[in-house]
């Protein structure tokens, strides 16, 4: 096989489920960048993303003895390219997608050259914001992120209206406040989405890439053996509501299952990967159950909400009548996503959540056979 036909071999293996990486020039010069070619051809005796290879199964396939395709596939997974689990009887090797996956663990670990990560940011910048949209969006509408709601909403920030036929019960995975109270253990990382933007010359106004992920639980020990800082309950309580008076997003996976409380993401609408490509309709997260309520009695019309909304969705309705009775602030529900950024930055608590709708979440989201964990 010629060097060509070794990348694109390995392209038609890096798909699952609605995730695939598509045969643009991009894709071969990220490819290029993240393995040489001979790694490329060790890489080829791996099955598709679906699946996990033992040393001895890629060792029968090649020819090649195990320790050194273990040297190499211990590399490529200490620089976030490919996955890597171990079990009790054996270690098992597997190819991850591009989005999400090889992107989250890439940077995750930052584990490459300066330059090369300057090059692989550049590349996926593109991804999202330049030449294409990740094909997940475009062509399954898929929404894998929904949001938890502020530290303090269940206390301050929620109002049951009655008149409105939902549950007004609040369910335990509608509040970020859930994994403080399942867990001791807490660590955060990186932004990957606002880590591109750093090394590409457009960094994020809302936050900087530390204040990234939050991870909770068995979700959070890897990451502080790899040197991420430990935190109590406390200290994880002050993060998050750090997080949100910045204007960020508590982003999880869109589900009920033990994975959506291990980690959440701190998205802006910017520079995240599931919300930023909402300037060409396409969000990867769907709305809360949940819609903010302004008390135009307190409202002051400061503008703080309008000012840290992530989607842009609540404008100032200025007046037309003499007495200025016509004025105030207006929230476009067609747009807002019932994340709670608005409420717990009004100065005044002019702003409540309101319970509109019962969307309860699946009990695992996959892509093809992965969760979302397993990728990243």
């Known amino acids: 096989m010629i060097e060509s036909d070794n990348y694109e071999a390995l392209r038609q293996k890096l798909c699952l489920g609605p995730l695939y990486a598509p045969k643009h020039k991009k894709v071969f010069e990220l490819m290029k960048i993240l393995w040489n070619e001979d790694e490329v051809k060790i890489l080829n005796y791996l099955d598709d993303a679906d699946k996990y290879n033992t040393l001895e199964q890629l060792e029968r396939k090649s020819g090649i003895p195990k320790a050194d395709i273990k040297v190499v596939l211990d590399r490529l997974d200490d620089k976030g390219t490919i996955a890597k689990i171990q079990t009790e009887k054996s270690t098992l090797y597997g190819l991850i997608p591009i989005i999400p ?31 294409f ?9 898929l929404k894998f992120f929904r949001p938890r709601l502020p530290v303090d ?10 008149s409105i036929n939902v549950e007004s019960k609040i369910l335990p995975y509608e509040l970020v406040s859930q994994l403080i109270e399942n867990y001791d253990t807490f660590t955060v990382i990186p932004c990957q989405c606002r880590l591109i933007g750093e090394y590409t010359g457009d960094p994020c106004k809302v936050a900087p890439a530390e204040m990234g992920c939050f991870l909770a639980g068995e979700g959070a020990f890897s990451s502080i053996e790899r040197g991420a800082p430990k935190m109590n309950k406390q200290e994880a309580i002050e993060y998050l509501r750090k997080t949100e008076k910045a204007g960020l997003i508590h982003s999880c996976i869109a589900d009920d299952s033990i994975e959506s409380t291990l980690f959440i993401c701190n998205c802006c609408s910017c520079h995240c990967g599931a919300l930023a490509a909402k300037q060409n309709q396409y969000i990867a997260t769907m709305a809360s159950n949940y819609l903010p309520k302004i008390n135009y009695e307190l409202c002051t019309k400061c503008e703080t909400c309008m000012k840290k909304c992530p989607m842009e969705a609540i404008f100032h309705k200025f007046p037309n009548e003499p007495d200025k009775s016509d004025e105030k602030m207006f929230i476009n529900k067609e747009y807002c996503i019932g994340c709670g950024v608005c409420a717990t930055n009004c100065p005044n608590d002019a702003i409540k959540l309101v319970k509109v709708r019962d969307n309860i979440p699946s009990e695992k989201f996959k892509f093809g056979t992965k969760t979302f964990s397993e990728l990243v």
């Open 101 to 131: 996956g090889i992107f989250e663990k890439y940077f995750i670990r930052r584990n490459d050259s300066e330059e090369n990560l300057k090059k692989v940011a550049e590349i996926f910048r593109n991804f999202f914001f330049k030449d």
């Open 153 to 162: 909403a269940k206390e301050k920030l929620i109002e049951i209206d009655e």
């Open 133 to 141: 949209l990740p094909p997940f969006l475009t062509e399954s509408n």
